[in-house]
């Protein structure tokens, strides 16, 4: 059911780069803004599928629609709905400019071949209104504790993400600290997203995008995103780019993913690599 999008694919030919001080800053703060990731051709095809996505409820896994900020399976309006792997439902979602150029910049960034890159995505969306808070966290909270990571999120925007409507804010510098204690949201094992508390956010950064520009971000920085007080959705495709997952010789010990690793260890390594956030 997803033919005629699929065969709807723009070609595209935009690439883009990082500069000396882009790279420089995001070594420094754990982030950095990109202008523009792609073209409005692009952006406009990505909108529909997304949309049909959201309208299905579909994920690329089962299970892989959910409302990350409410228990699993909750009744009533979905305030922070997620698209986990939407490359299993339109494969073409990962031969686009925007992964091309994520791979990109993520290679430069690492300083690594393009091909040792690993990428998946997944879908945010916060309706108008009552958009919820996706509260501070860093993404390798979600992640396998048996692996050590090198890795990073591409996140870009389909509408305006502006303070009102729910744009992203990062703390700055503090990608270089460790995977910090974090628990579910509300306290309650069924809501799939993380929190963690306690450290000090002054420092924080609010980056407001337009439609096609991006963020790239490391996987230890801890950023959030405020709710949408807007009249307008506000809609998100995030990537990560991962080079491989190294086992960890003292994994960590996250026992706020207690379920989730022994769920994994009955399907490694596909799900060592490919994190779920
Ligand atoms: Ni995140």
């Not at 299993?88 to 960034?109: F, H, I, S, Y």
């Not at 300083?111 to 958009?131: D, F, T, Y």
């Not at 808070?133 to 993404?139: C, F, S, V």
């Not at 790239?216 to 950023?223: A, D, E, M, N, S």
């Amino acid at each position: 059911m997803y033919e005629d999008l699929r065969k709807a694919r723009p070609v595209v030919d935009f690439a883009v780069e990082l500069s000396s001080e882009q790279v420089d800053f995001f070594w420094n703060n754990g982030y950095v803004a990109v202008e523009r990731i792609t073209t409005d051709d692009e952006l406009e095809w990505l909108g529909a599928i997304y949309d049909r996505l959201f309208d299905d409820k579909t994920g690329g896994i089962p299970g892989g629609y959910f409302d990350l900020s409410r228990p699993y399976e909750s009744a009533g309006t979905d305030l922070l709905p997620q698209v986990l792997h939407p490359a299993e439902v339109v494969p073409e979602l990962l031969d686009t400019a925007c992964v091309r150029n994520g791979r990109r910049l993520a290679a430069q960034l690492f300083n690594a071949a393009e091909s040792e890159l690993e990428v998946w995505g997944h879908m945010i969306q916060k309706p108008a209104r009552i958009g919820a808070e996706l509260p501070w966290h860093q993404d390798e909270a979600y992640w396998h504790p048996g692996y050590v990571y090198r890795a990073m999120g591409l996140w870009m925007p389909l509408d305006p993400a502006t303070s009102e409507s729910g744009c992203l804010s990062f703390l700055p510098g503090s990608h270089r600290g460790e995977v910090r204690p974090h628990k579910h949201i509300a306290d309650d094992p069924a809501v799939h997203g993380l929190v963690t508390e306690s450290f000090d956010a002054s420092g924080a950064v609010e980056v407001p995008l337009s439609p096609g520009a991006a963020t790239l971000h490391h996987c230890r920085t801890l950023h959030r995103s405020a709710p949408n007080r807007s009249a307008h959705i506000r809609r998100a495709i995030a990537n990560e780019f991962q080079l491989p997952a190294v086992k960890n010789r003292t994994p960590d010990s996250r026992p706020w993913l207690a379920d989730q690793v022994r769920a994994w260890a009955k399907r490694e390594p596909i799900a060592a690599s490919k994190g779920q956030t």
